[in-house]
């Protein structure tokens, strides 16, 4: 009788946890219960959809998702569908790879805005994530602010700056693209409230700002410092040597023929979001680096937008039945163990930190855990999953459902596109029918 194991969540961490069980040799029965019908988390909806190579992960998944011991069911959401202790009845071990999908507020006044977007909503809508295909943001705009010097921050930046050209080998979605390249915007902002040295962006990103067809990046060279500053750690010291050579090189790119302009202002810690129910502005305090924390001096401006996005870090959703950390935004676990039968990987436990393969240590670790400490106690698993969402009339997708949404998917790519991406659940059920 094998192990049975559900992992809840089919994102990079789920899949890692499915990989580790499944090399372990021990005779496992693998489910991946995912709420959308499509699989890989933010692989599909996250990674920016100019970045086609980072998005080929998901060949690595799809060999755990084809092993004759794991079982896809996509369209399922636990909390909604089946509740996490029936899933703790019916099966061994249950893993929570759940991510964290909100993001975390910038907790300033005028927050509420309409043109106020967080990144999660934003890349989730260019990227055809179904919960944001409605969020339809008013792009007729000529400025927007973006808070953040992250991954994620000039992500939205670039895909928002890019011509319609650039985005010629994308999966960016038909709606976004209508709706950014028709879009009067010019000038991008992109905020943090340190400087360049403590910025997180990594290196390959930040390059390929100075790469743009139509956008000039400014950088205020009184804003670089000579060197980078002692007392970093030799991974930090080497990128923060790299960004700042970037930045540097920013200095000198000419500006002709670039209408769009994206300024990295560091220092500029947003206080107050402007305007009446629609964002006009953001007001910003400069401040001043002290042991690494940024300090407000006093000193105030204003940049007029009608778009702002706060990419300032994702957050948890808390889970119904399972303990929260309300400061983390991650489950409460113990070194991984949530409760009895229930483990936690990824975001949802590490918080949104990391890269891609930084998850496959929690779904090893995960992995090893399950194995150590839960025994195959003749629980009844799938049959009971089946049973139980069949009388619920929930319609689960299958691995080759999947497959058919798929094909179906690079089927009506235009030219030089991977595909052209459904973001409606009932699009994706329809090529079912
Ligand atoms: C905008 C963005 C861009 C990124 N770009 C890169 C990049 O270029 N390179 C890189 O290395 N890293 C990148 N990352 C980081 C990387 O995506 C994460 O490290 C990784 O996706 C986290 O994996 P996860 O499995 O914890 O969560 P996720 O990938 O979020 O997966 C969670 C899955 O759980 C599902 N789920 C949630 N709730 C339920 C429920 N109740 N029932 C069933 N299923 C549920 C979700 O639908 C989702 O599929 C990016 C992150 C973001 C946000």
Redesign the pocket.
């Known amino acids: 009788m094998p192990l049975k194991v559900a992992i ?7 899949f890692y946890t499915v990989a580790a069980l499944l090399k372990s040799g021990a005779d496992c029965q693998i489910d991946v ?4 019908p499509t ?5 599909r909806g ?3 959809p100019d ?1 086609q190579k ?1 998005k080929n992960v998901w060949r690595a998944y799809e060999k755990s998702a084809l092993n004759e011991a794991v079982r896809y069911y996509g369209n ?5 569908d089946i509740a996490i202790d029936e899933l703790q009845d019916i099966y061994d071990a249950v893993v929570l ?5 909100l993001d975390r507020k910038l907790g300033i006044p005028g927050e509420d805005k309409e043109g106020v977007i967080g ?2 909503s934003f ?1 989730g809508w260019y990227n055809g994530h179904p919960d944001f295909r409605g969020l339809n943001p008013d792009l007729n705009i000529s400025a927007a602010v973006v808070v953040g010097n992250g ?2 921050a000039i ?1 939205c930046a670039r895909v928002l700056a890019k011509t319609p050209e650039e985005m010629t080998a994308t999966d960016l979605t038909d709606y976004a693209a209508a709706a950014i390249h028709a879009s009067p915007l010019t000038d991008i902002y992109m905020c943090g409230r340190r400087g360049p040295v403590q910025a997180k962006f990594t290196n390959v990103e930040l390059r390929e700002m100075g790469q743009l067809t139509d956008c000039h990046p400014v950088v205020d060279p009184a804003q670089l410092p000579d060197s980078v500053p002692e007392g970093l750690e030799d991974r930090e010291r080497r990128l923060c040597e790299r960004n700042l050579e970037t930045l540097r090189g920013f200095t000198t790119l000419s500006a002709e023929g670039k209408p769009k302009r994206l300024y990295f202002s560091f220092f500029a810690n947003p206080v107050e979001i402007l305007g009446g129910d629609r964002v006009e502005g953001v007001k910003l305090e400069h401040t001043a680096v002290e042991n690494g924390r940024a300090v407000g001096t006093g000193n105030f401006f204003e940049v007029s937008c009608g778009l702002v996005i706060p990419a300032i870090g ?1 957050y948890g ?1 808390p ?1 119904p039945g399972v303990p929260f950390d309300e400061r983390g935004g991650i489950v409460v676990h113990n070194d991984g163990l949530v409760q009895g039968n229930v483990y936690a ?4 436990k590490r918080g ?1 930190t ?6 496959k240590h929690d779904g090893d670790h995960a992995a090893a855990r399950i194995l150590d400490e839960q025994s195959n106690d003749d629980k009844s698993g799938r049959l009971s999953l089946e049973t139980l969402l069949g009388e619920r009339g929930v319609r689960w997708v299958t691995y080759p459902d999947w497959k058919k949404i798929d094909e179906s998917e690079i089927a009506n790519a235009s030219p030089g596109a991977p595909r052209r991406k459904y973001s409606e659940i009932k699009e994706m059920l329809a090529v079912l029918d």
């Open positions: 809840v969540g089919s994102g990079p961490s789920g219960i995912e709420r959308l699989p890989f988390g933010l692989i996250g990674v920016a970045h980072t399922v959401e636990v909390g909604r790879a759940v991510g964290s999908p990144s999660a890349v991954n994620v992500d994702y959703e889970f990987v990824g975001w949802i949104p990391g890269v891609i393969g930084t998850n």
